[in-house]
């Protein structure tokens, strides 16, 4: 039997990247799955490949910024698959390495805005359904740089470190009542984001590598794979965990 067979999944930032690899592997094991993104035709493509590989999946065209659209991806889940067993929230965007001084208000506000309120906003959004059914799996995908300094620019790194809080708090709030909430820190992971900026200046390539044992990038799908044991009832006694998937990154203290 598949790991996710009868579950339903609501995957965020799902037309790219970690959130196209989740929807993608997770449909593989047996999930339905809401893509979550802004791009119609990257939404279409995702679609298309978990159809085409036997997988059910239906697209959301919407902004985790804006609170109906979050409530919007949840009623679709719901009307269309009876019930929310998983969401994870991927959507994100990066700062470039901006120091504090060289950060705007503006660049700011949306960095918390997308980072920060989107996830809470979408987490709110599910939440009534998986209580009255005292089950679901929450995941939200943060960074090393919620651990730790250096991993991104100031707000990136303010914005992470407030997402990896708040797990732990959904964690104290909602773990009696059936909900697992949990955190991946993503490290340095081959993303269209990252390859862009490894592209644009060959010193930041060197400087990732120094900083990961392994000497290698992550996939997508890594981090894809952990979200499906995370999701699966093989980890139904996990909550409230910050789990580091980065090549070793964590090490080096």
Request: neutral net charge; contains cysteine.
């Amino acid at each position: 039997m598949k790991r996710l067979e009868g579950k339903c999944a609501i995957i965020t930032g799902a037309t790219s990247g970690i959130g196209k690899a989740q929807a993608v592997i997770m449909a593989r094991e047996g999930a339905c799955v809401v893509c979550v993104g802004q791009n119609k035709q990257r939404m279409e493509e995702v679609v298309s490949i978990i159809r085409a590989e036997g997988g059910s999946a239906i697209e959301c065209i919407a902004s985790v910024e804006k609170a109906e659209d979050c409530k919007r991806a949840a009623r679709l889940a719901i009307d269309t698959y009876g019930k929310i067993d998983c969401l994870s929230n991927t959507a994100g965007i990066f700062d470039g390495f901006k120091k504090s001084l060289e950060q705007t208000e503006e660049g700011w506000c949306r960095m918390f805005d997308v980072d920060v309120k989107g996830v809470f906003l979408m987490c709110n959004a599910v939440l009534p359904d998986m209580l009255s059914r005292g089950d679901g799996s929450i995941i939200n995908i943060a960074s090393i740089a919620g651990l730790t300094g250096g991993a991104g620019g100031a707000a990136y790194v303010a914005a992470k470190h407030a997402v990896v809080g708040y797990t732990k708090q959904l964690c104290v709030d909602y773990a009696a009542e059936g909900v697992r909430c949990n955190c991946i820190a993503a490290g340095s992971v081959s993303t269209p984001i990252l390859d862009k900026i490894l592209a644009d200046d060959p010193r930041e390539q060197t400087k990732v590598f120094e900083t990961i044992p392994c000497k290698k990038l992550g996939t997508p799908a890594d981090i894809a794979n952990l979200t499906v044991f995370l999701a699966s009832d093989d980890g139904k006694w996990m909550h409230g965990s910050v789990l580091s998937m980065d090549g070793g990154r964590q090490a080096l203290g």
